[in-house]
């Protein structure tokens, strides 16, 4: 699964194919070519250093008879090429420490032949594969606590029982409400419940635990169908992508901008980001440890300067350099704080009238640990940020998960990431149905 495929490429950016060449780097093949007219030159001036000497009007000596069959045959023999020659002097040369080494820059697919290339996409199927499996014993693992909290006590309430009554759904009620999936939502998957059991669509238990999963899915789905669910919905011609990224103090904010910067870089973006969290001292020397850490340019001025003004050379920067996404940091707000709101409608005016569109997204980090404080948040940042997407994190640290459903179902937003753990790559992106199958399964 590609983690950001907005430019459609995911099949070739695992082999290193189809990469731009990027304005500060040159490729192998561009740096043979460069050095080729100097290497061709010094192979002809070794090859015959007596050239002029050969015109017999011009040196008045006897010409050159004629070559024999024996010497013909061997001037025939084609002379290797300036590139085949350096790559035998590469052979020859010790091998460098590996943190010395250079790394590769980026190739054309007519490098690879098209039964390499066949055996690449072999490869890179059975990759994605092995990726997919790996994905769903992790999200397993970061639900596990949910899952114990909210099956197994469904599985207590269904214990012993064949018939569904009225004892058994508000104890199943109350199983809910405790992961967290909130008092509206409960409700809303009761009364489903209920109507399928009037219906007898509903007659025993599995049927009533299928019930349940279907409502949790259809509310995930349901809310894919406002703000951004995919950054495909952007033409590939609006450079920068543009992702702000909004949310209080403490949540994660600053970890999950280095770990989208991270896993958007590796799916071969260039990627720029900007610390307009000019407020809080620590949070561009934090932003700059992130960057330093997965080689991403950060831009970031001293702090009090206007963060507007920090966005704005930000832009600027990135459509010069070509990047494909820009993600802004923003302050660490308090939704109470009308002044801040404010500079975060400031931001996105800027934002707007330098790139089309933009901001394209704009993420609200929310700590799943936090439940439903955190979806008070949200409600108030909708209000004046105009969110588009929920990233959740700290999911593996939590027995109440469920506010992904709660955030879903209240705030119609989708939830496009999820943090899973502490690694770089533990920021996921989050996918309906592997939720609600951990959550039961």
């Known amino acids: 699964m590609a983690f950001w495929k907005r430019k459609n490429k995911e099949r070739f950016v695992t082999l290193g194919l189809n990469e731009p060449s990027r304005p500060d780097e040159k490729s192998s093949a561009t740096e043979a070519r460069l050095e080729?007219?100097?290497?061709?030159?010094?192979?002809?001036e070794a090859a015959t250093p007596a050239l002029p000497q050969l015109d017999p009007a011009i040196a008045g000596e006897t010409p050159t008879p004629p070559p024999t069959r024996e010497t013909q045959a061997v001037t025939d023999i084609p002379?290797?090429?300036?590139?085949?020659?350096?790559?035998?002097?590469?052979?020859?040369?010790?091998?460098?420490?590996?943190?010395?080494?250079?790394?590769?820059?980026?190739?054309?697919?007519?490098?690879t032949s098209v039964l390499g290339l066949d055996r690449s996409i072999e490869e890179l199927q059975a990759e994605e594969a092995a990726l997919e499996q790996e994905f769903s014993a992790r999200f397993r693992r970061?639900?596990?606590?949910?899952?114990?909290?909210?099956?197994?006590?469904?599985?207590?309430?269904?214990?012993?029982?064949?018939?569904?009554?009225?004892?058994?759904?508000?104890e199943l009620e109350e199983a809910l409400i405790?992961?967290?999936?909130?008092?509206?939502?409960?409700?809303?998957?009761l009364e489903t419940v209920r109507r399928g059991i009037a219906r007898n669509q509903i007659n025993d238990i599995d049927a009533l635990k299928q019930a349940i999963k279907d409502e949790l899915l259809a509310i995930l789905k349901a809310s894919e169908n406002r703000g951004v669910a995919s950054e495909d919905s952007v033409p590939e011609?609006?450079?920068?992508?543009?992702?702000?990224?909004?949310?209080?103090?403490?949540?994660?904010?600053?970890?999950?901008?280095?770990k989208l910067a991270q896993r958007i870089k590796a799916e071969g973006n260039d990627v720029l980001i900007c610390a307009a969290d000019t407020f809080r001292a620590a949070a561009s020397d934090q932003l700059a440890i992130w960057a330093e850490r997965t080689g991403v340019p950060l831009i970031q001025q001293k702090q009090g300067t206007d963060?507007?003004?920090?966005?704005?050379?930000?832009?600027?920067?990135?459509?010069?350099?070509?990047?494909?996404?820009?993600?802004?940091?923003?302050?660490?707000?308090?939704?109470?704080?009308?002044?801040?709101?404010?500079?975060?409608?400031?931001?996105?005016?800027?934002?707007?009238?330098?790139?089309?569109?933009?901001?394209?997204?704009?993420?609200?980090?929310?700590?799943?640990?936090?439940?439903?404080?955190?979806?008070?948040?949200?409600?108030?940042?909708?209000?004046?940020?105009?969110v588009t997407g929920i990233v959740l994190t700290k999911l593996d640290g939590t027995a109440k998960g469920g506010i992904a459903v709660a955030i879903a179902k209240e705030l119609d937003l989708p939830i496009r990431y999820a943090g899973i753990g502490e690694k770089v790559d533990d920021l996921v992106v989050f996918d309906s149905e592997q939720y609600v199958n951990s959550l039961f399964n």
């Open 79 to 111: 002379r290797p090429l300036p590139v085949e020659k350096t790559e035998r002097e590469k052979v020859e040369q010790p091998l460098k420490p590996a943190a010395a080494q250079r790394p590769v820059a980026s190739r054309s697919p007519f490098n």
């Open 36 to 44: 080729q007219p100097a290497s061709l030159a010094q192979t002809t």
């Open 178 to 189: 405790a992961a967290d999936i909130g008092v509206p939502t409960t409700l809303h998957i």
């Open 307 to 386: 963060p507007a003004a920090v966005l704005f050379d930000s832009l600027k920067a990135a459509k010069a350099r070509g990047s494909d996404v820009l993600i802004v940091d923003t302050a660490g707000r308090l939704h109470n704080k009308s002044n801040l709101m404010a500079e975060l409608e400031k931001m996105k005016r800027v934002a707007g009238r330098e790139v089309e569109g933009a901001p394209h997204e704009t993420l609200l980090v929310v700590d799943a640990v936090t439940g439903q404080n955190g979806l008070e948040q949200a409600r108030q940042f909708l209000k004046v940020a105009g």
């Open 237 to 258: 011609t609006v450079l920068p992508y543009v992702m702000m990224v909004v949310g209080v103090n403490g949540v994660g904010k600053t970890t999950t901008i280095g």
């Open 142 to 170: 970061a639900v596990a606590a949910t899952r114990e909290s909210l099956s197994e006590k469904i599985d207590t309430v269904f214990q012993g029982r064949k018939q569904i009554d009225a004892e058994l759904l508000d």
